[in-house]
């Protein structure tokens, strides 16, 4: 048992006074390149994390759930046969959510007593960086959806399983996301990237040998406030909705790159002309990345350009980056990355940068010089 494990089963026994039935870990996860793509039916190129969440489980005695996190925080208890959106709140929210997902799907679930822990920060810390919480919430529902399927005898696949933490998010806390977070979660492999077909659900696994050809990749959290976000990525996913309906596709992602232009004379405005050559041109930039890694031998270092021309568009064209994000990515270039860009929803939180090995600590001085702290 690694030290993780053996300290999330030993408060799990301190609190419910007794063996948990088993320990299931989800990874958190970063977003490589394909970002606001997910909804359009697009593609996305996500890896998992060394970071995971744990949930030492077992059935619950009394027909309540418990569900506690190692970190400083409440207890917070519900009802598997009757929880209902609204009732749980904060980072909790994500581990009902399951419950709720799971048994409004026609399953027969159980109560279970659940300690979670992670080397991301759970509890308190979750509602510190809202980056943070967004790279946990799809860890928490997937390692708490893979508990409670075991548990409850079911073995869906593992698609399935993120469908039903998607469903969790969506419905039961109220984030209009993607799906691939969840995805992200469940196909993340060490050493490859999830290059995921948001329309099929098919996976392909990319190696991505980083350190075996001298680099790393750098998440910096820039703790920019995500003000506004749910509602301005709601916003977002509206105005692309529209576009497909006015186009005549069944989204965004049916648009070629070579007929962009012929899409964007149809569009009544200027802004939402942005946000469709956002999402056509990030779908190519997704598959331009693949083809570059895909090639054996290929070296990373590549794709840099393409890592830098995402942010650009996302800053330019679907506006959600803020000033944080964008210094942070000019600092990093100009500290030498080869490419960096934004991650994740933006307005707000991670910045991702390519950069030699050596270069780390200098590329994350630059970038906290910069004025986005670490
Ligand atoms: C958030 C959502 C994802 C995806 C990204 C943007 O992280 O959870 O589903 O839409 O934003 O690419």
Known sequence: MTSAVSAVVAEFERVFRRVPAGVWAAPGRVNLIGEHTDYNDGFVLPLALPQQVLVAAGRAAVGRSTVRSMQPGASVSFAAATVEPGEVDGWAAYAAGVFWALRSAGHVIPDLDMMLDGNVPLGAGLSSSAAVECAVASAVECAVAVALCDLSGLRPDATTVA?????????????????????????GRAG???????????????????????????????????????????????????????????ALRDVALDGLERALALLPDDPLRRRVRHVVTENARVLDVVDLLRAGGADPRKIGPALTASHGSLRDDFEVTVAELDV????????????????GGGFGGCVIALVERPAVEAVAHAVARSGAPR
Request: glycine share 8%; proline share 3%; aromatic share 4%.
């Open 163 to 187: 469908l039903h933490a998607k469903r969790a998010e969506n419905e039961f806390v109220g984030a209009p996301t993607g799906v691939m977070d969840q995805m992200a979660c469940m196909y």
């Open 328 to 343: 942070a990515v000019e600092g990093a270039l100009a500290a030498g990355a080869h490419g960096a860009r934004m991650t």
């Open 192 to 250: 490859h990237l999830v290059f995921l077909d948001t329309r099929s659900l098919a996976v392909e696994h990319v190696p991505f040998d980083l350190s075996g050809h001298g680099l790393s990749l750098l998440v910096i959290d820039t703790r920019a406030p995500h003000a506004l976000v749910d509602g301005q990525y709601a916003e977002r996913r509206k105005s692309c909705d529209a576009a497909a309906r006015m186009l005549g596709v069944t």
